[in-house]
């Protein structure tokens, strides 16, 4: 089975940085495509970015592109989004998600496993 935990979010300024972790527990990572989805209060949950499995592409959601960095590091098996230049409208519940295909997607329905979530806040 499959669990997930995500760990690192917390209050900044606007323009600082923070670094998600999501650690993974129960079976390797290497086999799942692993995207990051937030919320922020009153609205949809929404895909931030998607590592693949077997080749390691990345993608990014437009309003993200040149400040967040998703990366994997399979020996201890856990995935981090690195959130530079943060802004107001980046504030949300942060989620880490797992898909069993190996490939990406930026749908939310495509996920087959969720962690809890962690709160991310940034003021002006």
């Known amino acids: 089975q499959l669990q997930l935990v995500e760990s690192g979010g917390g209050l900044v300024q606007h323009g600082g940085f923070l670094r998600l972790s999501c650690a993974a527990s129960?079976?390797?990572?290497?086999?799942?495509?692993i995207g990051w989805f937030r919320q922020a209060p009153g609205k949809e949950r929404e895909g931030v970015s998607c590592i693949s499995s077997s080749s390691g592409r990345t993608y990014y959601a437009n309003s993200v592109k040149g400040r967040f960095t998703i990366s994997r590091d399979n020996a201890k098996n856990t995935v981090y989004l690195q959130m530079n230049s943060l802004k107001p409208e980046d504030t949300g519940i942060y989620y880490c998600?797992?898909?069993?295909?190996?490939?990406?997607?930026?749908?939310?329905?495509?996920?087959?496993?969720w962690g809890q979530g962690t709160q991310v806040t940034v003021s002006s």
């Open positions: 998600a797992a898909r069993t295909p190996y490939y990406c997607s930026g749908q939310r329905d495509d996920y087959d496993y």
């Open positions: 129960g079976v390797t990572l290497d086999y799942y495509a």
